[in-house]
T-cell receptor, first 113, second 112 residues
């Protein structure tokens, strides 16, 4: 049982490049989330999903897109990376029965030059 | 919208002493208050949570208290140990859309 895994662990992009961050969970959780963490600002929700095939915007969705084609996977896409998107990205999941208790992956550190 | 403030931003305590971290929230409709611990290079991990119908909850050396009237909740760690060194985050939720609003975090340093 690996819990929540994220790939890649670290990535450097140039401004304007695109990339996809992959999150996978093996706990059969219904809900999945993408956060960004910046120094001194805690975690901010980018997008979330309450089930396969559904997505919704969080607090800071601009510049990001997501897809949940399979229940166990939640993808975060950056179509045209900007330096302001330099951050650590965390994926989390939660069970439908105890949905507020979120389980986090180890994070992806992204640097946009 | 909801806002969660967390204090202090850094807390240094002697090993064996107690540590207290406080959070205040703005939305009186919030009803779920978790605390997460984040170790260096890892994702946050849920350590304890409390719902608005409970005033206090304990789990071994950690406890959380909630004052709904004042809209604040606190994390208490007793008999601190070196492995307690980490960044601690509080959060609040109204349920419904399952979104958590997070505090900015407290770096807890345990001095030997």
């Amino acid at each position: 049982n690996a819990g929540v895994t994220q790939t890649p662990k670290f990535r450097v992009l140039k401004t304007g490049q695109s990339m996809t961050l992959l999150c996978a969970q093996d706990m059969n959780h219904e809900y999945m989330y993408w956060y960004r963490q910046d120094p001194g600002m805690g975690l901010r929700l980018i997008h979330y999903s309450v089930g396969e095939g559904t997505t919704a915007k969080g607090e800071v969705p601009d510049g990001y897109n997501v897809s949940r084609l399979k229940k166990q996977n939640f993808l975060l896409g950056l179509e045209s990376a900007a330096p302001s998107q330099t951050s650590v990205y965390f994926c989390a999941s939660s069970d439908s029965a105890a949905r507020e208790a979120q389980y986090f992956g180890p994070g992806t550190r992204l640097l946009v030059l | 919208g909801e806002n969660v403030e967390q204090h202090p931003s850094t807390l240094s305590v002697q090993e064996g002493d107690s540590a207290v971290i406080k959070c205040t929230y703005s939305d009186s409709a919030s009803n779920y208050f978790p605390w997460y611990k984040q170790e260096l290079g890892k994702g946050p991990q849920l350590i304890i949570d409390i719902r608005s119908n409970v005033g206090e909850k304990k789990d071994q050396r950690i406890a959380v208290t909630l004052n709904k009237t004042a809209k604040h909740f606190s994390l208490h760690i007793t008999e601190t140990q070196p492995e307690d060194s980490a960044v601690y985050f509080c959060a609040a939720s109204k349920g419904g859309n399952y979104q958590l609003i997070w505090g900015a975090g407290t770096k807890l340093i345990i001095k030997p």
